[in-house]
Structure formats: structure tokens, C-alpha cells
């Protein structure tokens, strides 16, 4: 089971945008419309922010998007805030067999 | 509102069985809408997903740690478990247990997290 790529880091100053990718396979982000991505700050647990691809649990701010095109899935972070300084972990579903497969994390740095 | 928490010792001798237990409250476990699952993060590093459960007893484990993950529920105390064997320090992390939708498979709910450490 490989876990999915992302960028180890990126960094934004507040209020631009910024935008994280997490790349798959054909088996895991290609297959299924099923892409999560957790927020995590230190010490805490992580945070569902995106599921269903682009999908917003109530409560998330709508600076907050997904997509995916193909076998790569992205977050995208409008209107950058110090408080969207965290790690950023992309998941997806990966079949039966495999059930659920993470991203290696993405440190963001609001400048 | 449903709550997770994690227990078991913080520190477990190489070779040995780690043992942990997430108390569900708030909620039945035997839900037919949701999966529970355990995920560890050694220090500094990213989420593994390591196995979860159905409540009916059905099991899902990363195939990189299957020979030594058993996950079970226990129903009646609303409670489910994670037994990993034979660790070593590369088993040293955090391990939260959480509460997967089902259908959509992502995560809404996790536990606060327990520090486990694999040290003679």
C-alpha cells in the first residue's frame, strides 16, 4: 500500500491562495470520488475539512475547496489566515482490499 | 455528541503486544452507518492508517501491517480494539481511533490520541 504523494511543504502570505495536490493511482484517487483532506495543528488531532472529492462538512470555512482531475486531488486555501498554519493530510478510498490509503502531509507556512 | 477515547499503556516493551481500547460515547457502535478504525503517527511524521472494523465484525487492515493487527469490537461495552504483536520502536507514535462514514470512508470523528512508546 503506497501512500499517496504530496508536496512536503508550502507557504502563502494572508490572504492569497494556496493550493496542495495529492497524487494517486488509478486504484485509489482515480477510481472513487471519495478524497478526504484533514487539517492538523500541533498536537491535536486532525480535522476533516473536504470528503466526497470537494465536499464541506458544516462547520468549515468555505475559504476551503476541493477538486481533483484524473489521479491527482487538490485543496485549495482562499484568503490565506495565520490560523490555516498547519499540516495537511489527503486520503482516499483504495477498495475493498485496501480500504483507506493517506498522503505523506503537507506543512503550510502562512508567511 | 459522539465522543472517542483512546486507552491502554503508554509503554510497551520490544517484541511485546501493544493493546488498546477506544471507548465510544455518545453513540452506539453498532451503527450500520459507520466503520471504526485505528491510525498512528510516529513522531514527526504522517498518518498511517492501520485497520478498522464494522461493527458486525468485519475487518480492513493495511497490508503492510496485517501479519500483526487484529481489531475487534465489543458491542455490549460500546468499545473496540487494537492488538498489534511483535512491535519495535519503529511502532513508538500516536494512535487515535476514529469513526469512519460509511460510503464516503472519510473520517468524522477521532479521538484525542494516546502516546505510545516501544522502549525496554
Known amino acids: 500500500q503506497s501512500a499517496l504523494t504530496q508536496p512536503a511543504s508550502v507557504s502563502g502570505s494572508p490572504g492569497q491562495s494556496i493550493t496542495i495536490s495529492c497524487t494517486g493511482t488509478?486504484?485509489?484517487?482515480?477510481?472513487?470520488?471519495?478524497v478526504s483532506w484533514y487539517q492538523q495543528h500541533p498536537g491535536k488531532a486532525p480535522k476533516v475539512m473536504i470528503y466526497?472529492?470537494?465536499k464541506r462538512p458544516s462547520g468549515v470555512s468555505n475559504r476551503f475547496s476541493g477538486s481533483k482531475s484524473g489521479n491527482t486531488a487538490s485543496l485549495k486555501i482562499s484568503g490565506l489566515q495565520a490560523e490555516d498554519e498547519a499540516d495537511y493530510y489527503c486520503c482516499s478510498y483504495a477498495g475493498s482490499s485496501t480500504f483507506v490509503v493517506f498522503g505523506g502531509g503537507t506543512k503550510l507556512t502562512v508567511l | 455528541q459522539l465522543q472517542l477515547q483512546e486507552s491502554g499503556p503508554g509503554l510497551v516493551k520490544p517484541s511485546e503486544t501493544l493493546s488498546l481500547i477506544c471507548t465510544v460515547s455518545?453513540?452506539?457502535?453498532?451503527?450500520?452507518?459507520?466503520?471504526w478504525g485505528w491510525i498512528c503517527q510516529p513522531p514527526g511524521k504522517g498518518l498511517e492508517w492501520i485497520g478498522s472494523?464494522?461493527?458486525?465484525?468485519?475487518?480492513f487492515y493495511n497490508p503492510s501491517l496485517k501479519s500483526r493487527v487484529t481489531i475487534s469490537v465489543d458491542t455490549s461495552k460500546n468499545q473496540f480494539s487494537l492488538r498489534l504483536s511483535s512491535v519495535t520502536a519503529a511502532d513508538t507514535a500516536v494512535y487515535y481511533c476514529?469513526?469512519?462514514?460509511?460510503?464516503?470512508?472519510?473520517?468524522?470523528?477521532w479521538g484525542k490520541g494516546t502516546t505510545v512508546i516501544v522502549s525496554s
Open positions: 466526497g472529492d470537494s
Open positions: 455518545g453513540g452506539s457502535i453498532s451503527s450500520s452507518n459507520y466503520y
Open positions: 476514529a469513526r469512519h462514514v460509511d460510503y464516503s470512508y472519510y473520517i468524522d470523528v
Open positions: 488509478s486504484s485509489d484517487v482515480g477510481s472513487y470520488n471519495l
Open positions: 472494523i464494522y461493527y458486525s465484525g468485519s475487518t
